[in-house]
DNA sequence: AAGATAAGGTGTAATCTTTACACTAAGTAA
DNA sequence: TTACTTAGTGTAAAGATTACACCTTATCTT
């Protein structure tokens, strides 16, 4: 099957790890291929960087053509250069992840054709993944994981209004264990950047949950500080 | 003087900061270019990624040929892709970083003549690097003040046997701030991975500390618990 | 309307960690 | 012997983390 492609002697591309949380679950963000090698399987967004745009830019680029997503917050967190990782030649690929919140305003869908598709796939569903994009997922799911323990990114991930409840499960899904009720609530709010709001959960068939907003001046402030002590 | 330089297409570099520590300094380890672009100038070691070697790979070989260290601990921190850091063309990089322990059995000197010497400079007597070096540089200093933080990899910089004085101001030289002495030492030996030693500090002219050792078994078996905690 | 169901919401005590702080001890040099 | 310089040590207060269980409130069912 490989084979027959053409073969091309270096080039550099970028990958992408897009993290959502939907129905109370982490997802990641794969498109369906639409080109050979692997036409048809599921994959990590991504593509080769263009010759005079930044890595930065051809992030951004490029998950904009596969996903139709813009202007997400992107970071690169590894870069994967292994000789045999594609069948086709030495390509080495720069991996970014980002957050973001799942909505109706970002509906997936591909702007080229390089894609058939784009979905959302929750990370405890996926299956092995073609390249060693398995392998780029894992890495940037442990970043993420890492980071969420000394940064509170997972406001990134939520509604705008989202409660309590929503938060841990959140939290839980990354962390990957079970997180006592009453200790999460009283660290969180101490932080002092969750805005309670005068609104309650709808449409539950229970008692609804207080719903709350995240203030980004206050969380900045808070951070900004953080930085400062350990650095 | 860069015009006539020839013109290639696209590459992937690996650039390495070296950081030691020495007469109570923290150094990096650069070197002085004997080709051009830049010739004659100090800049961090670094070179071309062969076609048919891993970057890790590269990184080894790389930092081998322009210094003769070999086998360290190489840890990838940031590729750096902007289109113009390169004069000749478009040079993308991957940056690591490492420690290592200056003593008598790592002399520095270049094994191939792309740089004519190798020698070690305090980071806080850094002038400007060419290319985007400085930047690069700036970068994994960020990198290994925030890992220190949370792990103490400071051992990797110190001689064999140590006095908890001189570890105290490495850790002061690379947190770049004050700590207090007796928290610092009832931190540091609550780790337990400190072997006080039957051993004096010699050729001081005043009061001799106790020396002690790293054992790096009980240090890898906290860690690998406090990564099963988080993660 | 009463009862069942399901999640929301709340406080405290014990333990551990972090911080702030200042003097005596020991060795060397003059 | 004295002066100098760094080594080495303890404690109390404040803050952070952990473990833990019950009542409340809204909805749904009968």
């Given at each position: 099957m490989e084979t027959s492609l053409p073969k091309f002697d270096s080039v550099f591309s970028v990958d992408c790890v897009i993290f959502g949380f939907q129905e109370n679950e982490l997802k990641i963000l794969l498109i369906e291929r639409n080109?050979?090698?692997?036409?048809g399987r599921n994959a990590l967004p991504g593509y080769i960087v263009k010759n005079d745009e930044s890595i930065d830019d051809a992030a951004e680029r490029i998950l904009y053509e596969l996903t139709g997503l813009r202007g997400l917050h992107m970071e690169q967190f590894h870069t994967f250069g292994d000789v045999d990782r594609h069948p086709q030649g030495r390509v080495i690929t720069v991996a970014y992840y980002a957050l973001i919140r799942i909505d109706g305003h970002n509906e997936v869908k591909p702007v080229t054709n390089f894609a058939r598709s784009a979905f959302w796939q929750p990370v405890n569903k996926l299956d092995k993944l073609p390249y060693d994009h398995s392998k780029i997922f894992e890495t940037g799911f442990q970043k993420i994981r890492r980071r969420l323990s000394y940064q509170p990114i997972a406001f990134e991930l939520l509604p705008e209004k989202f409660t309590l409840t929503q938060l841990q499960t959140l939290y839980e899904a990354i962390l990957n264990k079970k997180l006592d009720k009453r200790n999460f609530r009283k660290k969180m709010l101490s932080y002092g950047f969750l805005k309670e709001l005068d609104e309650k959960q709808k449409g539950v068939s229970y008692r609804a949950a207080t719903l709350y907003r995240f203030d980004r001046r206050k969380y900045n402030k808070i951070f900004q500080n953080e930085l400062n002590i350990n650095g």
């Open positions: 080109q050979e090698p692997y036409k």
